[in-house]
């Protein structure tokens, strides 16, 4: 938590207690973009009354209930400093509203201490607050000494009943942090790995913000996903959030070239991924790229396409973001063969440059996840810095020396025949560069013509 906030806050005179990842990832040294802060004894209108002075004021809510306030400051450096704003609310605490075990509401109470609030958070590592006042450390459950020793504990047995996103945002702690989970807490995750499905979809994927950054892409973006899909996998967490995976799930692909089960594999190839830091995106195709296999019959990458667009659809990924995914996976299984300037100019010509790259990428991670002589691993190498060399050579319509205008001054009329000539100008011009000339093109396009 950067100081210039803490003071802000501080100045408030609200007796504020910075809480949840800001606190943990202070202690384990990491930088943290959470303002969170839990202010004991003031009540809605008391936040509100003492943060209107200094910018703008939106109601915060949870699940549809008003729970406190954010803050967006007026000063521009602490905007700058954080741009999701400031979050301030009362202690929160459960409430039962029947006889099942997820009959129950969160509600905030003003009147309720800290330790109140720390005991309905999810996991001890996030149950820890640090009074800005003193510096004083609120820790009633040993997070620190969990975080100290690298397990991941829940606070109480109905952690995951009471929100089941909790599930997926353990297996992402154990991917960002490599935390281990106790066995209480992988018992847990057992009992209620059904009820993933009954979180919405953009929380687990496509995120609140629509920036595609749930907690599943949180997991994938960590520093051991591979560990995390395990855990899912073993838990049944998995397949109750990506049914696709359950024919991959011991697979046997049957080569030496193959030597995993299908799940093991497609665990190695998004564990490579995040190796390279790779982009989301090829993170993402890396976890589906696969899931085509069991039942295809011929082409498993068209297949895998189809179930990643559901999935990724499912879970409300941006469109564009999902467009990208599929891409990839649909063209995930082209060959290392005869790699040379020309094929780089045609790759790029067929998928355009960020599809190449990341193809490429997704190319280098998968052949880290099987048997592969070291030559492939080469060629992919080789096929990445050609790319880099050939991207300046002219590969897409608009690096033609000439366009529509200039063929439609020939005599050729606008509609689909202009296209496919356009097209075929385009095609000579990555096979030799230096036709993109614009009297060798127009002479192309008047043979062509007639």
């Keep these: 938590m950067d100081k210039r906030i803490e003071d802000f806050v501080r100045g408030l005179h609200l ?18 973009k959470d303002a969170d802060f839990v202010v004991p004894g003031v009540d809605h209108d008391g936040l509100l009354k003492a943060l209107e002075p200094h910018g703008r004021v939106e109601d915060l809510e949870v699940a549809g209930r008003l729970v406190g306030a954010r803050l967006y400051p007026r000063d521009a450096k602490l905007r700058e400093l954080a741009p999701a704003g400031i979050e ?73 009943a009471e929100d089941p996103l909790r599930l997926v945002r353990g297996l992402r702690l154990v991917s960002q942090l490599e935390l281990e989970p106790d066995e209480q807490t ?55 959030l990506l049914p696709e995976f359950a024919d991959a799930i011991g ?13 093991e594999h497609i665990f190695a190839v998004v564990q490579a991924a ?92 998968d052949l880290r996840g099987k048997q592969v002589p070291q030559e492939e691993l080469e060629q992919a190498a080789r096929l990445r810095a050609l790319l880099e060399q050939e991207r300046v050579k002219p590969h897409r319509l608009a690096d033609l020396a000439v366009d529509g205008a200039d063929l439609i001054e020939l005599g050729f009329e606008e509609g689909p025949e202009l296209g496919r000539i356009l097209d075929s100008l385009l095609d000579a011009v990555v096979e030799e560069p230096a036709l993109n000339t614009r009297d060798e093109l127009l002479e192309r396009a008047r043979q062509l013509r007639s």
């Design 15 to 32: 007796d504020a207690y910075l809480v949840g990842g800001a606190v943990r990832d202070e202690l384990l040294g990491l930088e943290s």
């Design 88 to 160: 301030f609310a009362p202690p929160r605490a459960e409430r039962s509203t029947g006889p099942g075990r997820h009959d129950f509401e969160i509600v905030a109470d003003p009147s309720l201490s800290i330790e109140a609030d720390m005991a309905r958070r999810d996991f001890t590592v996030n149950a820890i607050a640090r009074r800005l006042e003193t510096g004083d450390l609120v820790d009633p459950f040993g997070g620190a000494a969990d975080l100290q020793h690298g397990v991941l504990r829940t606070v109480r047995p109905g952690s995951f």
């Design 186 to 240: 992988v018992e847990q995750m057992r009992e209620e790995a059904a009820s993933v499905r009954l979180v919405s979809g953009e929380r687990v994927g496509g995120g609140l913000q629509a920036d595609g950054l749930g907690e599943l892409s949180r997991l994938l973006l960590g520093r051991r996903p591979a560990k995390a899909l395990r855990l899912a996998r073993d838990t049944g967490v998995l397949t109750a």
């Design 251 to 263: 697979f046997e692909q049957g080569s030496d070239r193959q030597h995993l089960t299908l799940d």
């Design 274 to 365: 995040a190796d390279a830091e790779a982009s989301l995106a090829v993170r993402l195709a890396a976890l589906f790229h696969d899931v085509g296999k069991p039942g295809a019959n011929g082409d498993h990458a068209e297949r895998g396409a189809r179930l990643t667009a559901a999935a990724l659809s499912r879970l409300r990924y941006p469109n564009r973001l999902r467009t990208h995914v599929t891409r990839i996976v649909r063209a995930h299984a082209f060959r290392l063969d005869g790699i040379d300037e020309l094929f780089a100019r045609r790759f790029l010509r067929e998928h355009g440059d960020a599809l190449a790259f990341d193809l490429v990428a997704h190319k280098e991670a």
